[in-house]
């Protein structure tokens, strides 16, 4: 079992920045494919982001592409989500996830991920 807890969340402006946290604990986190997902309200659970377990790929959604950066500590056994010109439209729950493994097919899926978190709420508001 991994145990995933988000922070980080909040209200912020348009064009501001937030980044978010994912600790997580239980089974060796690092050998684990990490994931971010946001559910807007209304909306179906949306791939954000994802990174290989050493790190060393990462993968975006179009519509963040280039304003939001993932990276991970396997020390700390956190992941962050680096947001920046933040949009109306960013405003979601943000959800943390992991996967035991991934493929180049399936890593936007929410049914590829083994693990969720509760989420964080970001609003994006003036």
């Known amino acids: 079992q991994v145990q995933l807890v988000e922070s980080g969340g909040g209200l912020v402006q348009p064009g501001g920045s937030l980044r978010l946290s994912c600790a997580a604990s239980?089974?060796?986190?690092?050998?684990?494919?990490m994931g971010w997902f946001r559910q807007a309200p209304g909306k179906e659970r949306e791939f954000v982001s994802v990174?290989?377990?050493?790190?060393?790929?990462?993968y975006y959604a179009n519509s963040v592409q280039g304003r939001f950066a993932i990276s991970r500590d396997n020390a700390k056994n956190t992941v962050y989500l680096q947001m920046v010109n933040l949009k109306l439209e960013d405003t979601a729950v943000y959800y943390c996830s992991a996967a035991n493994s991934l493929s180049i097919v399936e890593y936007t899926r929410p049914s590829a991920y083994n693990y969720w978190g509760q989420g964080t709420l970001v609003t994006v508001s003036s």
């Open positions: 990174i290989s377990p050493a790190g060393g790929r990462t």
């Open positions: 239980g089974r060796t986190s690092s050998n684990y494919y």
